[in-house]
């Protein structure tokens, strides 16, 4: 338990009251660490959504867009991709991480 308190950057005591309010409320919390990743993800996916509603702004009015070109568009809406995968798969293992152990009990 206390492996797994450490891990995630939560106090033993803390931890465990967290997991049992998790498993009792069938619930997938965030401890704070987790949360700030994911909060810093999605800015950054706002600030590339930002980049190209800007280029996609003066495409659309005639202007020929300066600043990324093709290529660099391509490798934008790969990391946005690549985040939103980080993120759901994030998510996804917070999940999993707290219903551990759930199916091993016979109580």
Do not use: C, F
Not at 24 to 51: D, H, T, Y
Not at 52 to 81: F, S, W
Not at 85 to 91: C, M, N, S, T
Request: cysteine-free; aromatic content about 2%; proline content about 4%.
């Amino acid at each position: 338990m206390s492996a797994r308190a450490t891990a995630r950057g939560m106090a033993s005591a803390t931890y465990v009251s967290v997991l049992v309010r998790s498993h009792l409320r069938s619930l997938a919390p965030l401890p704070r660490e987790e949360l700030s990743a994911l909060k810093r993800s999605v800015a950054e996916l706002g600030a590339i959504g930002r980049n190209l509603n800007q280029i996609a702004r003066a495409a659309n009015q005639g202007a020929k867009p300066t600043g990324p070109g093709r290529e660099d568009l391509k490798a934008m809406l790969r990391v946005a991709e690549g985040l939103r995968a980080h993120v759901k798969a994030l998510v996804r293992a917070n999940q999993i991480s707290w219903e551990q152990g759930r199916a091993e009990t016979t109580h």
